[in-house]
């Protein structure tokens, strides 16, 4: 933009600047105040030439108002006499430059390096932006690693308390499970007292046997927990000839379960065994409530044969099925210490046998022990260690 009262000026300022700036030059020339403030309202320009001394108007007003509007646009003065004085109150006001009308080869040099500047600052205030906008994000990031700081902190200090607590109340688990078998196998030895007095007394029957047998089965079962509660494996595993069969029946007879008339005999701790399978009866009549809804089944398989003790109860749901087997683990409808399914895990694991749980057809669970058969010998076909689990054994031919 041009604010130039005198045409001819305005020609000698257009001539000096085409073909001198290397960019397209489209001058707009305004002759007065109003025009001026009219063209300031518009889009704005890349550069106003103004002379000094108008009839109505000066430059150094015309420079305030534009200045007022677009500070950032380069404001060269033009004109034709100016005193020494007035120039530097120009430049001190803020005008860019001012090039006298007697030599206006100048002009182009001047516009360029305002223009420069003008694009230094530009680029310089992009440069602020793009900084600041980084510092935010930064600090923003920072705000946000130190909450997650805290937070982390927080949650570390709640797991080490819950932490605290779980040790504590495995600690009081322990040591209950530790003093209630010390006090339990007090009387239980008094009772092996009392039992073989009887059996010398009156001479041996049945009933006797059968009740040494469960209080045997009791002595281990508190020795067990006494070992779980020191966080001992359970030990003491002595393996010989047994009828899996004789002992299954045993355990119906004794908690009013069916059971299976077939014999299988296998290589096992016939003492533990009933541990496991009496555990998962009183477990699946605890759960159901009726001894008549549970059975026990028995299934010879290649190589192993595979015991289940079938409930017709609520069944275990199977977010919980991964860790019944878990030392201290309570279901709902647990009434123990949460140890009795895991020596029994045990105790199968240490007959190389497995143990899971699986939905009973038409609602309730399943507990399948699979129990390796004897190998049999390469050259005869016939069992090395044991006989043909299928054949129908008498039940008092087992060795025990």
Do not use: C
């Amino acid at each position: 933009m041009h604010l130039e009262d005198n045409e001819l000026d305005h020609e000698l300022v257009t001539m000096h600047v085409e073909g001198e700036l290397p960019w397209p030059v489209q001058i707009t020339r305004v002759e007065d105040e109003s025009g001026f403030l009219a063209a300031l309202e518009g889009q704005p320009p890349h550069l106003i030439l103004s002379d000094f001394a108008l009839p109505s108007y000066d430059g150094l007003s015309a420079y305030r108002a534009a200045h007022a509007r677009w500070p950032n646009v380069p404001f060269i003065i033009v004109t034709g006499a100016m005193g020494e004085e007035t120039a530097v109150d120009t430049l001190r006001e803020g005008v860019t430059d001012y090039i006298l009308k007697q030599r206006l080869e100048r002009l182009p040099s001047s516009i360029r390096r305002a223009m420069a500047e003008v694009e230094s600052r530009l680029q310089r205030e992009r440069a602020e932006r793009e900084i600041r906008a980084l510092n935010e994000n930064l600090r923003a990031r920072l705000d946000e690693v130190e909450r997650l700081r805290n937070t982390a902190e927080r949650q570390s200090q709640r797991l080490e308390i819950q932490a605290r607590q779980l040790e504590e109340a495995l600690n009081l688990q322990k040591t209950f499970l530790a003093e209630t078998s010390h006090e339990l196998r007090t009387p239980l030895t008094a009772l092996h007292g009392y039992l073989r007095r009887a059996e010398r007394e009156v001479g041996g029957s049945q009933t006797l046997l059968d009740a040494q047998r469960v209080a045997e089965n009791m002595t281990r079962l508190v020795n067990d927990l006494l070992q779980l509660s020191r966080g001992e494996l359970v030990q003491s595993i002595e393996m010989h000839f047994m009828n899996l069969g004789q002992l299954l029946r045993q355990v119906g007879r004794d908690y009013g379960v069916a059971a299976p008339e077939s014999s299988v005999e296998i290589v096992g701790d016939p003492g533990r065994l009933t541990q496991v399978f009496v555990n998962l009866v009183t477990n699946a009549i605890r759960v159901t409530g009726n001894a008549e809804l549970v059975r026990l089944d028995i299934q010879p398989r290649p190589g192993e044969v595979e015991v289940r003790v079938v409930d017709q109860g609520p069944g275990v749901p199977d977010h919980v099925k991964p860790k019944i087997f878990d030392k201290f683990y309570r279901g709902k409808e647990a009434g123990s210490a949460g140890l009795g399914l895991t020596i029994a895990q045990q105790v199968v694991t240490a007959h190389g046998g497995t143990i899971d749980v699986v939905d009973t057809p038409g609602g309730g669970a399943t507990f399948r022990v699979r129990l390796p058969l004897p190998e049999e010998d390469e050259e005869t076909g016939v069992a090395d260690d044991a006989l043909d689990p299928l054949a129908d054994m008498d039940p008092g031919s087992a060795l025990a």
